[in-house]
C-alpha cells in the first residue's frame, strides 16, 4: 500500500474517550480528513473510514503502547500497534492490513510531536 505524502495526527481527551483527528495526503496524492472518537476500551467502535463505516477496537497493551484492529464488513483490513517514547516526543506506528483499493500494506510510520 501506498504510505502517506503528509499527515498530521492529534489526539485529544474528551471526557473517559479520546479523540483522534488525521489530516493530510495519501499516498495517491488525495486529502486526508479524519476524524473519530472512541474509548480505548479492547471492544470495536464504529467509526466513518476511507473505506466506509469500519469497526475499530483499541487495546492498551501497556502505559505506551495501543494495539488497533480495524474491521470493514467483519473483515480485519488493518492491524497493529502505536507506541509512544517514554519522554512522549515520538510515536511508532506499525501496522499491516489492505488499503481502500485493495492493495496490501506492511508499515512504519514515525511521527514527531509537534
Do not use: Y
Not at 495526503?25 to 486526508?32: A, C, K, L, R, S
Not at 501497556?62 to 515520538?90: E, F, M
Not at 506506528?93 to 483499493?101: C, N, Q, T, V, Y
Amino acid at each position: 500500500g501506498m504510505m502517506n505524502k503528509e499527515c498530521t495526527i492529534v489526539f485529544e481527551a474528551v471526557g473517559n474517550q479520546f479523540k483522534r483527528t488525521v489530516t493530510g495526503i495519501d499516498g495517491d496524492g488525495q486529502p486526508i480528513n479524519l476524524s473519530a472518537t472512541i474509548p480505548w476500551d479492547g471492544k470495536e467502535h464504529k467509526v466513518d473510514g476511507p473505506m466506509g463505516p469500519a469497526m475499530v477496537a483499541v487495546n492498551p497493551a501497556n502505559a505506551h503502547t495501543l494495539n488497533v484492529v480495524v474491521k470493514v464488513n467483519g473483515k480485519v483490513v488493518s492491524a497493529g500497534r502505536a507506541t509512544v517514547s517514554k519522554d512522549g516526543k515520538t510515536m511508532t506506528s506499525a501496522f499491516k492490513g489492505e488499503d481502500p483499493k485493495g492493495r496490501k500494506f506492511n508499515n512504519v510510520e514515525v511521527f514527531d510531536k509537534q
